[in-house]
């Protein structure tokens, strides 16, 4: 006689295990445990004579609690189990639980019910795991509607300073506000509403708007994220509305992916105020409807302080360069180039495109010192939509050498020769050549994920270093680990020997292990004798 | 597979893309293995696409589909 629709045999299970049972499947604050606990004893004590009084009670007990129990719970309950009782039980146990399954509808039945609780179960556990890692993104966009009030305070602030300052400024506020107006509506879908607030009262200052083709954020993600930052030191520069104008939207994206980046490695209080007028600036710069307006406000963000408007005087090309020398800088750049941005800016707000390629030209030589801050290559692409064709070809041409340089001498030879040796053995097929000029671009496009993801992994830890537990992270948010194949099991399969001695921690004589465990670097002290 | 991992040149890749992060001594290797995972799995992809298109080569075809299907993180 097998227990039936009961989950424990009345018979060979012991008190013991029964009361293990029911600590493992009912939460200690459950209603219900008294009631289990009642019938625990009548249970015991009739274990082997009544049979079918116990048996009655704890069973309609149990199959009432375990409805009411959380699927993940019972599979918790299997393992345990399954080591104690008999072949017998257990598939009576595991038909018990199947049905039991079944009328919840949580789960499939599988083969191996065992198996399929257990990865449930752990994926349950896991789960907040990948939850508490999502509002990296939430935090960031809070800070938003503080800032945007400040912001336009400052704004406005600022409006009348430069009215004061500029005549042109008064001659562009008509026929910008209209252009401004779409635009920004155009890039406050984008962005939280206030900074659509923002930029109306900016593109009433400058006209330049004309052109502004408002593309979708390169990566929406990341610009979410790069904006919240932004807003924070975008809202400390007043001028900065006046320098966004037109392609507002694609500065945005620009200054935000900077931002982003070089800001991670600072403080983001301490990187707001400069990184804003350099937002700024190259927002401005931006609008003139050029790429190089992008790479400038990358290299702006390391840019000082740009309170002041001054020099309404100086020419284009004289901003372009002291924008070269910061650039060059990366961090801590000084508030003149900003300044000169907005100042060319202002100057002419008139310009034609055309005019603004001209100067794109001599612009796009200042990418070389671009690439060190952040990759900008397809940021700057989707932006050249609206310049003129020659911008884009141009810029191009004089970027691509420098950045590969920069990024991909040193990479491609070595990595080219593993990943093809790799991708043949696994492929177990002839490859066509072709077809390798394209692993290499996924493989690019697959590193450049990994590294994003790796860093909000360690900086969302407070580190600056990434460690082996936030690649375990990623490979788990990559299921290419989980609650059946560990980490070690990956790691024996694929990486030679030498490796794995460095990765698994093995026990050596002398109650030492290698390589040393480390549970938290503080306690390392501690932990061997 | 007695294959040396490129452990100097993820270094530099992460430099270049993230310049304030380091990698730690034994994290360069999971991300080797990672790497190598994600080639596998492209590799198996592109494999089944060149079968599915009765082809006795991999093309470069193959490895777009592949690389569109597989969702990465």
């Not at chain 1, 009642?38 to 609690?65: D, Y």
């Not at chain 1, 400390?236 to 507002?248: D, R």
């Not at chain 1, 020099?311 to 910061?326: H, I, Q, R, W």
């Not at chain 1, 990434?466 to 299921?479: A, G, I, N, P, W």
Request: glycine fraction near 4%; charged fraction near 30%.
């Amino acid at each position: 006689m097998g227990p039936g629709p009961l989950l424990y045999d009345v018979i060979d299970d012991t008190p013991r295990t029964l009361m293990k049972k029911i600590i493992h499947l009912l939460p200690p604050a459950s209603p219900v445990v008294p009631g289990i606990s009642k019938h625990e004893e009548p249970e015991v004590a009739a274990e082997e004579g009544e049979a079918e009084l116990p048996t009655g009670r704890p069973s309609s007990v149990e199959e009432m609690e375990l409805p009411g129990l959380l699927p993940e719970e019972r599979p918790v309950f299997t393992p345990f189990t399954n080591k104690k009782r008999k072949q017998l039980e257990f598939s009576e146990f595991e038909r018990a639980v199947s049905r039991q399954l079944v009328q919840n509808q949580a789960l499939s039945l599988l083969d191996n019910p065992v198996a399929r609780s257990l990865s449930m179960s752990l994926d349950y556990l896991v789960r907040p795991d990948t939850v508490e890692r999502r509002p990296l993104r939430q935090r960031a966009e809070n800070r938003k509607p503080l800032d945007i009030k400040a912001f336009e305070d400052k704004v406005e602030q600022d409006m009348l300073r430069r009215k004061a300052q500029s005549c042109l400024v008064d001659s562009e506020m008509s026929p910008g506000s209209q252009a401004t107006m779409l635009t920004s509506v155009g890039t406050g879908e984008r962005r939280t509403q206030g900074y659509s607030q923002d930029l109306i009262l900016v593109h009433e200052l400058v006209d330049i708007m004309t052109p502004v083709s408002s593309k979708p954020p390169e990566n929406p993600p990341e610009n979410k994220q790069d904006h919240s930052q932004w807003t924070n030191p975008v809202e400390q520069l007043s001028v900065s509305e006046e320098m966004v104008v037109g392609h507002v939207s694609d500065k945005e994206e620009d200054v935000a992916m900077t931002v982003n980046r070089v800001d991670q490695e600072e403080d983001f209080r301490e990187g707001a105020a400069p990184s804003e007028e350099k937002g700024v600036a190259e927002a401005g710069v931006e609008n003139q409807g050029s790429p190089e307006a992008e790479r400038e406000i990358a290299q702006g963000i390391g840019a000082g302080s740009l309170s002041k408007h001054s020099n309404p005087t100086f020419s284009e090309k004289s901003g372009m360069e002291p924008l070269k020398d910061a650039v060059e800088q990366a961090d801590g750049l000084e508030d003149q180039a900003v300044l000169v941005e907005l100042d060319s800016l202002e100057e002419k707000p008139t310009e034609d495109e055309a005019e603004d390629a001209e100067n794109g030209g001599d612009f796009m030589k200042t990418p070389s010192f671009v690439c060190a801050a952040a990759y900008k290559q397809p940021l700057l692409t989707p932006s050249l939509a609206k310049p003129a064709a020659p911008k884009p070809s141009l810029k191009l041409q004089q970027a691509k050498p420098v950045l590969k340089y920069s990024r991909k001498k040193p990479l491609e030879p070595k990595m080219s020769r593993s990943f093809i040796r790799v991708f043949k053995d696994y492929a177990k097929m002839p490859v066509a050549t072709e077809s390798f000029r394209i692993v290499e671009k996924c493989t690019e496009k697959y590193f450049k994920q990994l590294w994003n993801d790796l860093a909000a992994f360690s900086s969302h830890a407070g580190r600056k270093t990434v460690e082996v537990s936030d690649v375990e992270v990623l490979m788990r948010r990559q299921k290419l680990v989980t609650d059946e194949i560990p980490l070690h099991v990956l790691i024996e399969r694929h990486l030679p020997l030498d490796y794995r001695k460095l990765l698994i921690p093995v026990a050596v004589s002398g109650n030492k292990v290698i390589p040393e465990i480390k549970r938290s670097s503080s306690h390392r002290r501690q932990k061997d004798a | 597979m007695g294959r040396a991992a490129p452990r100097a040149a993820l270094r530099k890749m992460l430099k270049n893309e993230k310049p304030g992060f380091r990698l730690s001594a034994c994290a360069d290797l999971l991300v080797h293995l990672n790497f190598l995972l994600f080639l596998r799995r492209l590799a198996e992809e592109a494999r089944t696409n060149a079968f599915q298109n009765r082809s006795r080569i991999i093309k470069p075809e193959h490895i777009i589909l592949a690389a569109k299907v597989i969702e990465h993180f």
